[in-house]
């Protein structure tokens, strides 16, 4: 076969799936969560998968992104970063963030991610080699996942309760906890915060440390507390936390929490881009960066920045918010192939219904809280048509073309406004 596959189709088809009522900062989740379904096709017959926000003004870049790839070379990843450049010229960058605003990362990066996962995807089916060989070689041959514990409330208003049942205080995340620990097997806990006052959340935090003593956990109140009020939790949990993850909005304010609380601060809010790494390295703001390809500009970028956490002695852990299984692929292969990465990665997985993907089920499983590293060709997933059309016509039935869980809380709740403590 030559070396040369050039994108002959793109294809961007949108999919929702079904969510639970997950609460944060800034609201709550809507019964579905979206995303957009990204398909390479080659002239010489391969397709690459990616998987992306859903956004409307997201597919309508990842659309016009599309258009300008055919004729371009898989090979060239440099190349199909350029043309994406190019589609997004005259764009005034709005809309699309695909995380209710809760982190505003660049667009070109949000963009080109899909398409570079795909084309990575094409290589390896065209070499025979996984992704993580693409990458440098898998380090591991399992990835490890922490639970990812949300407040929640037993149902959406109207609908019928989910497995997973309320959680609005210590009890009720520590319930949540034992069940997708006994589940999944997680070895490690993240509570999302800024939800309820923040001594409530501590208070649950150190009722998941009593009951589950040996799990490393993490909180994260996506930059819901001011600085004084971070400096007090994060005092009062000495010993508790493997670490906080964005108490405070900002470089400025995280550098002045991270000086006077005991553990190591993390971020997926303050440090989402290549030129937030050196103010927030050199004022000592964050101790572990989260990445995110999804955010990042993909998987190589990605590996990109574990490498300078490394030299700067950063720690590098992984962000995830709701996806399928092109996008735990991805993430399950760079993994592999990052030594730099030492914590437990984020997936929004268990809060997905088992039966509701785009890809043949199977390849990836969950066993002791990890992901086997798929080893077979490319991302290792194959595209189930009939799944992917059920979740294609539940995007068109559902009506949802936005993330917007404060909108959402909104229409419950008409008083709310995001809380800050
Ligand atoms: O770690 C984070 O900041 C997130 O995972 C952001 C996500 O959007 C999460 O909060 C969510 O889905 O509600
Ligand atoms: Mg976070």
Redesign the pocket.
């Known amino acids: 076969m030559s070396a040369h596959h050039r994108i002959s189709e793109v294809t961007i088809t949108p999919v929702a799936f079904r969510d639970p009522p ?1 609460l ?1 900062n800034v609201g709550v ?1 809507e019964p579905f969560a979206i995303r957009s379904i990204v398909q390479v096709r080659t002239d010489q017959g391969l397709i690459g998968l990616g998987e992306s926000y859903g956004d409307r003004a997201h597919l309508a870049r990842l659309r016009r992104a599309g258009e300008h790839l055919v004729g371009t070379d898989v090979w060239d990843l440099h190349a199909v970063e350029r043309a994406v450049l190019t589609s997004l010229e005259g764009d005034d960058g709005s809309g699309g963030g695909g ?2 605003g ?2 505003a990362a660049g667009v070109s990066n949000r963009v080109f991610s899909p398409f570079e996962v795909a084309c990575l995807d094409v290589q390896g089916h065209e070499t025979g080699l996984p992704v993580s060989a693409l990458l440098g070689g898998a380090v591991r041959d399992r990835v490890d996942y922490s639970a990812y514990l949300f407040y929640k409330w037993a149902a959406h208003p109207g609908g019928d309760p989910d497995r997973w049942g309320e959680a609005l205080d210590p009890d009720g995340l520590v319930a949540q906890a034992r069940r997708m620990i006994e589940e999944y097997g997680f070895s490690a806990i993240k509570l ?1 915060g800024g939800v309820l006052p923040p001594d409530e959340e501590a208070e649950g935090i150190r009722a998941l440390a009593e009951a589950f003593p040996d799990h490393p956990l993490r909180l ?1 109140p ?1 930059a819901a507390w001011s600085v004084e009020t971070s400096v007090r939790i994060g005092r009062s949990l000495d010993g508790v936390l493997e670490y906080l ?2 108490p405070t909005p900002g470089i400025p304010g995280m550098a002045a929490v991270a000086e006077q609380v005991p553990m190591p601060l993390a971020t ?2 303050c440090v989402v881009e290549m030129g937030h790494v050196a103010p927030a390295f050199r004022s000592d703001a964050v101790q572990v960066v989260l990445s995110d390809h999804h955010f990042w500009g993909g998987l190589r970028r990605s590996a990109l920045l574990a490498g300078i956490c490394a030299t700067f002695g950063v720690g590098l852990s992984m ?4 996806h399928l299984g092109i996008s735990l692929a991805a993430m399950t292969h760079l993994a592999a192939a990052t030594p730099e990465l030492t914590y437990a990665c ?1 997936t ?1 997985w268990p809060w997905k219904e088992e039966t509701e993907d785009v890809v043949k089920p199977g390849a990836l499983t969950f066993e002791k809280g990890a992901v086997a590293v798929p080893t077979t060709p490319g991302l290792g997933v194959e595209l189930d048509a009939d799944r992917l059309g059920a979740l294609h016509e539940q995007y068109l039935s559902c009506g949802l073309t936005e993330r917007d869980d404060t909108g959402y809380m909104r229409r419950i709740r008409p008083d709310f406004t995001v809380p800050s403590w």
């Open positions: 997950l944060n989740h995380m209710s809760m982190v999302k994260d996506n993850e964005d997926n809010m962000h995830s918010n709701s984020d929004h």
